[in-house]
């Protein structure tokens, strides 16, 4: 075995041998047609760890036969930066790789971005983060070219453990090994896309696997062993975790129970209680609202539980509460109101308080035209209880609906119920 890492060893050297990615740098994109003219344009590469962000950068270096020059911005300094400048200056152009360029300072883009703008410096920046959310419009507005990467496929990551399996020179080819296109695939099932990870996975799994004859005999138990290993992939505060939290609500939204499972799962095994129940909580009557209005409460309960629990048992109380939600006939009538007649706010849709609903708990209020108000309890109208027909909204806005109720669930009465008297203030 050699001393560097596999994954480090099977880097691409050229943009031909980058695995997956076709939509982003694939051989009919106009990002691979530049680059093979001999045109490298200043780019930000996206997405999760393992995907391919660095391999890419390098692969369009051994491409383009650019000077090339590596950065993390998490620890680079100003002077790091001023001897990316110096190079340019002597060779006439540089390509400068910056991984977590979101981390990217004031000060290093002063020094910096000068020279990207002219062209002597041609920057690629990685990140994991939405370079939309979380890069310096400064940098964005230099940058060509945004690629957001995707996970490999598992095609692409068996692919990529073949080539390394028959590789003598910077893979596992020099060594005897015995391993079944199932096992290949297994792994490859177990990394999640993770390039990097699969790689250093099958490095790990023929070190550990047990020889005869000089050769490695690759054992299902291990493969099982590595992969419960790997984990899940994103972080609490990533773009990833939110996207993830995004997928959780619409999956709801559009009651897919299995789909909404997954990513309360992966949530979870993330391990950030509080934003999950937060977000939880949101949906009960975003999306169910007065289609079914005992839902707020049962998600309370829910995620009350699961705070006074923790994990691991936390996820009991809310897989129910996700699967009421999903079930639920659903209502976004409340939400869409509350945001109807705050729109009509913002854009100067005002008036003033009807004089009959003003405060009237003080000497002189009446002088000031204060009074008039009706008390509905003292009316009662059926089954209903109080009612009395009088203006509520201020004159200027008095035809004004906010609210358009959705007929589901519980709602359907309340929507008889709103018509009803829309009906009673028409008659009179």
Not at 31 to 39: T, V
Not at 55 to 77: R, V
Not at 296 to 305: E, F, I, K, N
Not at 316 to 321: D, R, S, T, V
Request: proline content about 4%; some cysteine; hydrophobic content about 40%.
């Amino acid at each position: 075995m050699q001393n560097e890492p596999l994954a480090f060893r099977m880097r691409p050297r050229t943009i031909d041998e980058v695995v997956g990615q076709k939509d982003a740098i694939g051989s009919s994109t106009a990002l691979y047609k530049m680059i093979k003219s001999g045109h490298v344009p200043s780019m930000l590469l996206y997405g999760d760890p393992g995907i391919g962000k660095t391999s890419i950068a390098h692969a369009i270096a051994g491409t383009s036969d650019l000077p090339f020059i590596a950065l993390n911005a998490t620890t680079s300094g100003k002077k790091d930066v001023e001897g990316v400048v110096a190079e340019a200056r002597m060779t006439g152009k540089v390509l400068l790789f910056l991984d977590e360029i979101h981390r990217f300072n004031k000060l290093q883009q002063d020094a910096l971005l000068p020279h990207v703008e002219s062209g002597a410096i041609v920057l690629i920046g990685a990140t994991t983060e939405n370079p939309f959310h979380d890069v310096n419009p400064a940098i964005r507005s230099r940058c060509g070219e945004i690629k957001q990467l995707k996970r490999l496929t598992q095609e692409d990551i068996v692919e990529l453990l073949n080539n390394a399996l028959s590789d003598d020179k910077r893979g596992l080819g020099r060594e005897k090994i015995r391993i079944s296109e199932e096992q290949i695939t297994r792994i490859a099932e177990g990394t999640n896309g993770d390039a990097r990870k699969a790689l250093t996975m099958l490095e790990s799994i023929v070190i550990a696997s047990d020889e005869e004859d000089d050769t490695y005999i690759v054992d299902d138990g291990i493969i099982e062993q590595m992969i419960k290993r790997v984990g899940v992939f994103g972080d609490k505060k990533g773009s990833h975790f939110f996207n993830l939290l995004s997928a959780l609500q619409k999956s709801v939204r559009g009651s897919d129970v299995n789909a909404a499972m997954y990513y309360l799962a992966h949530l979870l095994e993330n391990g950030d209680l509080t934003a999950v129940t937060r977000r939880l909580l949101v949906m009960a009557y975003e999306d169910i609202g007065l289609a079914n209005p005992a839902v707020g409460g049962h998600v309370l309960a829910a995620c009350q539980a699961a705070d006074r629990l923790g994990l691991p048992e936390a996820r009991i109380p809310l897989a129910q509460a996700v699967a009421e939600m999903c079930l639920s006939e659903k209502s976004n009538s409340a939400y869409r109101a509350i945001d109807a007649a705050a729109a009509a706010i913002n854009k100067g849709q005002v008036g003033e308080i009807p004089p009959h609903l003003r405060d009237t708990h003080y000497a002189g209020s009446a002088e000031l035209g204060h009074g008039g108000y009706k008390y509905p309890h003292d009316t009662p109208i059926g089954s209903f209880g109080g009612w009395t027909d009088q203006d509520y909204l201020p004159k200027e806005l008095k035809k004004a609906e906010f609210y358009k109720p959705v007929v589901a669930g519980e709602e359907k009465k309340f929507a008889g119920i709103y018509e009803k008297l829309k009906g009673f203030r028409k008659q009179k």
